[in-house]
């Protein structure tokens, strides 16, 4: 009877948890009726109505103050655009900036600092406190607009999330007493791993958010305006971001709703991810940032063993040699020996070419942090450093405390293992910093 139990309350609990996920999705409304009209909410919040945050919601926020006049646009080249901060016209009544619009304007500044202007695509990047950590305060500031105009609730509230938790005690309390009686401490400590992380699924729920009915009427609303401007509910315009040059807002707002890929393009490098704007030496110039995984020369123990490895083939060529001759050993030397001496070479000259230390000046472009290979492996903090010499930027990992204390936009002085990719020291502002 217990068990039985146990098998319905639970059984009952974990329906109850996913009618409620079921029941508070973040749904899509309808398109309301076409019209170009514009709201007052502000392109980011409304890719964030859209679903679209995390991919248009900084481009169409700086398509929003060029359109506004913050931000001065030209082209530089065909789909290409170059950036430079101006002072807002003082007859339009501009209201004041968003923390997240203030965030990106002031990105845009720090970029453009010393240069003038600034490639729309290098405002992807170079971001002063890294990738990562602006864009997640970027997100959490929009987010917190869209709950201030109560355009976004929780998920589920605190009578729903005391339900589902008074709910939830029965079942782990059956499922532990009938283990105890029956099979054991070890099947109570998996019983009391799957009842928790069933109570962290609950938890999460309240801790997300979805659409109010507010919400809802404005992404339709939205939605309508999509329709009305491409005529489709699934549509792109052509647009692009110089019609902000000319104080089109909807660009913006197209760019917010998916609907203007051509204008997010010219300040996203989605598409080429590994190349990075540097302006150090005075002029901007794109370098490639590899991974701070590779590894150029194999370490101590791969020297030793790809030496080691030739022993055997010259015994069995020379064995070769004694009994076919001077041809077949030459064609054994050919192959199979070739998977040993072009591997061979490929070593010895790597660890010929590259010096075992190398120190230079940079300037830090760029801060990222990567999630281990393995779900057991840490977290890796990574920076991109210029040298000013090469092509390919320096890409390697650094030390958490290291990281926090790195800002982009830095000059520094670095020593390096370019055989194995290694960081040794940083030396910002005159003070050196191990890795």
Same mark, same amino acid.
């Given at each position: 009877?217990?068990?039985?139990?146990?098998?319905?309350?639970?059984?009952?609990?974990?329906?109850?948890?996913?009618?409620?996920?079921?029941?508070?999705?973040?749904?899509?409304?309808?398109?309301?009726?076409?019209?170009?009209?514009?709201?007052?909410?502000?392109?980011? $919040?409304?890719?964030?109505? %859209?679903? #679209?945050?995390?991919?248009?919601? @900084?481009?169409? /926020?700086? &398509?929003?103050? +060029?359109? =506004?006049?913050?931000?001065?646009?030209?082209?530089?080249?065909?789909?290409?655009?170059?950036?430079?901060?101006?002072?807002?016209?003082?007859?339009?009544?501009?209201?004041?900036?968003?923390?997240?619009?203030?965030?990106?304007?002031?990105?845009?500044?720090?970029?453009?600092?010393?240069?003038?202007?600034?490639?729309?695509?290098?405002?992807?990047?170079?971001?002063?406190?890294?990738?990562?950590?602006?864009?997640?305060?970027?997100?959490?500031?929009?987010?917190?607009?869209?709950?201030?105009?109560?355009?976004?609730?929780?998920?589920?509230?605190?009578?729903?999330?005391?339900?589902?938790?008074?709910?939830?005690?029965?079942?782990?309390?059956?499922?532990?007493?009938?283990?105890?009686?029956?099979?054991?401490?070890?099947?109570?400590?998996?019983?009391? $791993?799957?009842?928790?992380? %069933?109570? #962290?699924?609950?938890?999460?729920? @309240?801790?997300? /958010?979805? &659409?109010?009915? +507010?919400? =809802?009427?404005?992404?339709?609303?939205?939605?309508?305006?999509?329709?009305?401007?491409?005529?489709?509910?699934?549509?792109?315009?052509?647009?692009?971001?110089?019609?902000?040059?000319?104080?089109?807002?909807?660009?913006?707002?197209?760019?917010?709703?998916?609907?203007?890929?051509?204008?997010?393009?010219?300040?996203?490098?989605?598409?080429?991810?590994?190349?990075?704007?540097?302006?150090?030496?005075?002029?901007?110039?794109?370098?490639?940032?590899?991974?701070?995984?590779?590894?150029?020369?194999?370490?101590?123990?791969?020297?030793?063993?790809?030496?080691?490895?030739?022993?055997?083939?010259?015994?069995?060529?020379?064995?070769?040699?004694?009994?076919?001759?001077?041809?077949?050993?030459?064609?054994?030397?050919?192959?199979?020996?070739?998977?040993?001496?072009?591997?061979?070479?490929?070593?010895?000259?790597?660890?010929?070419?590259?010096?075992?230390?190398?120190?230079?000046?940079?300037?830090?472009?760029?801060?990222?942090?990567?999630?281990?290979?393995?779900?057991?492996?840490?977290?890796?903090?990574?920076?991109?450093?210029?040298?000013?010499?090469?092509?390919?930027?320096?890409?390697?990992?650094?030390?958490?405390?290291?990281?926090?204390?790195?800002?982009?936009?830095?000059?520094?002085?670095?020593?390096?293992?370019?055989?194995?990719?290694?960081?040794?020291?940083?030396?910002?502002?005159?003070?050196?910093?191990?890795?």
């Amino acid at each position: 009877m217990i068990t039985l139990a146990v098998e319905v309350t639970s059984g009952a609990w974990l329906a109850l948890l996913a009618l409620t996920a079921l029941r508070t999705r973040w749904w899509r409304p309808a398109p309301g009726p076409a019209s170009l009209t514009l709201r007052g909410e502000p392109p980011a $919040v409304v890719g964030l109505l %859209a679903g #679209r945050l995390h991919r248009n919601g @900084y481009p169409a /926020t700086l &398509l929003d103050l +060029a359109a =506004r006049g913050w931000i001065g646009l030209g082209e530089a080249e065909p789909s290409r655009v170059r950036c430079h901060p101006a002072a807002p016209p003082g007859d339009r009544g501009l209201p004041a900036l968003t923390d997240y619009e203030r965030r990106a304007l002031a990105h845009l500044e720090f970029r453009a600092a010393g240069m003038g202007a600034v490639p729309g695509t290098a405002l992807y990047s170079g971001f002063e406190i890294g990738e990562d950590e602006f864009r997640r305060r970027f997100e959490d500031e929009v987010r917190a607009d869209a709950r201030d105009r109560e355009l976004t609730r929780g998920r589920i509230g605190r009578g729903t999330l005391t339900l589902l938790v008074a709910a939830w005690v029965p079942g782990v309390t059956l499922a532990v007493s009938d283990l105890a009686v029956h099979h054991g401490a070890v099947l109570i400590f998996g019983a009391v $791993v799957f009842y928790v992380a %069933a109570l #962290r699924m609950a938890w999460a729920l @309240y801790r997300d /958010t979805r &659409l109010s009915a +507010a919400g =809802r009427a404005a992404l339709s609303d939205w939605l309508g305006f999509r329709v009305a401007l491409i005529g489709s509910r699934s549509g792109r315009t052509a647009g692009t971001a110089l019609l902000a040059a000319a104080g089109d807002r909807r660009i913006a707002y197209a760019a917010a709703l998916g609907a203007a890929p051509d204008a997010v393009a010219a300040f996203s490098a989605s598409a080429d991810r590994d190349h990075v704007w540097s302006s150090f030496g005075g002029s901007w110039h794109r370098v490639v940032v590899g991974s701070p995984r590779a590894k150029y020369v194999p370490g101590a123990a791969g020297l030793a063993g790809v030496t080691a490895l030739g022993f055997p083939f010259a015994v069995m060529g020379l064995y070769v040699l004694d009994h076919a001759g001077p041809m077949w050993a030459t064609v054994f030397a050919v192959f199979p020996g070739c998977t040993w001496w072009i591997c061979a070479l490929w070593v010895y000259w790597s660890a010929a070419r590259l010096p075992r230390l190398a120190e230079f000046d940079g300037q830090v472009l760029k801060l990222w942090t990567e999630a281990g290979e393995e779900e057991s492996e840490a977290e890796t903090y990574c920076v991109a450093i210029d040298d000013g010499m090469s092509e390919r930027a320096w890409a390697l990992g650094i030390g958490r405390q290291a990281y926090a204390s790195t800002r982009a936009g830095m000059l520094v002085r670095v020593r390096v293992d370019p055989r194995r990719n290694q960081l040794l020291a940083l030396s910002p502002a005159g003070a050196v910093t191990d890795r």
